[in-house]
Every structure is written in structure tokens, then in C-alpha cells.
């Protein structure tokens, strides 16, 4: 996939304009046999000329479970900084989604995150 995010003409706070967080992103998923799938993403900031990258896999155990890890590249990051993986599970029923992760955010720690989704 490709994408430009944030495009217009920006926001204005009193007198002073600033430009939105214009970002163009792209990805791709790959399936690797047929429990296992691989994904990247790349996303360049272009007001800000920073670029973040992420990778990330996911391993179907069995049916309804699947076990994901990922690592997320922040621009402020250092080169031996390991803050940025994180990891999770997702549990499908009946168009039901159940996920649960465990990632890093930032100086408040590690987060988790839990979703309920449902198709229909």
C-alpha cells in the first residue's frame, strides 16, 4: 500500500500557522508458507524530514490464535535502543477478534492494549 496523510493547508492558532504533519507511508505483507506472515512499513515525515519503520510478523499456532511480535523504528531513537518491540496475540471466534499486545510508549513505560473487534 501507499499513502499521503495530512495533506491541506495547515492550522492556524491565533496568528501563527502551522503546517499539518503532511507523511508519505508504504507497506507491504508478505505470507511466508502458510501460517506465517511478514510486514514492513516505512513512513517519512516531510515537513520534519524524519522517516520511521517498522517490521513486524505474524505466526498462526493454530486456528483461532495467532502470536505477533514487531519493532517499531522511531526517528529520536538511538542505534542500540531495543524500546521500540513489542509483542501480542489475537484470538478470532464467531466474526469476533479479540487482540492483546505489549509495547513500549515512550517515558510512561509499557503499555497494554487490549481490543475487541467484530465483523459483520
Known amino acids: 500500500g501507499l499513502t499521503l496523510q495530512n495533506m491541506g493547508t495547515g492550522i492556524k492558532y491565533l496568528e501563527e500557522p502551522t503546517p499539518l504533519p503532511l507523511t508519505a507511508a508504504?507497506?507491504?505483507?508478505?505470507?511466508?508458507?502458510?501460517?506465517?506472515?511478514?510486514?514492513?512499513?516505512?513512513?517519512?515525515?516531510?515537513?520534519?524530514?524524519?522517516?520511521?519503520?517498522?517490521?513486524?510478523?505474524?505466526?498462526?499456532?493454530?486456528?483461532?490464535?495467532?502470536?505477533?511480535?514487531?519493532?517499531?523504528?522511531?526517528?529520536?531513537?538511538?542505534?542500540?535502543?531495543l524500546s521500540g518491540f513489542g509483542a501480542g496475540m489475537g484470538f478470532k471466534i464467531l466474526g469476533w477478534t479479540v487482540d492483546y499486545a505489549l509495547a513500549p510508549f515512550g517515558d510512561l513505560g509499557t503499555t497494554q492494549r487490549l481490543s475487541l473487534s467484530a465483523r459483520f
Do not use: C, I, M
Request: hydrophobic residues 40%; aromatic residues 10%.
Open 26 to 81: 508504504v507497506g507491504a505483507a508478505w505470507h511466508l508458507g502458510g501460517a506465517l506472515v511478514f510486514s514492513v512499513d516505512v513512513k517519512n515525515r516531510l515537513h520534519d524530514r524524519t522517516t520511521q519503520w517498522s517490521l513486524g510478523t505474524e505466526y498462526l499456532l493454530f486456528s483461532p490464535l495467532s502470536l505477533r511480535a514487531g519493532y517499531l523504528r522511531e526517528p529520536s531513537q538511538s542505534a542500540g535502543q
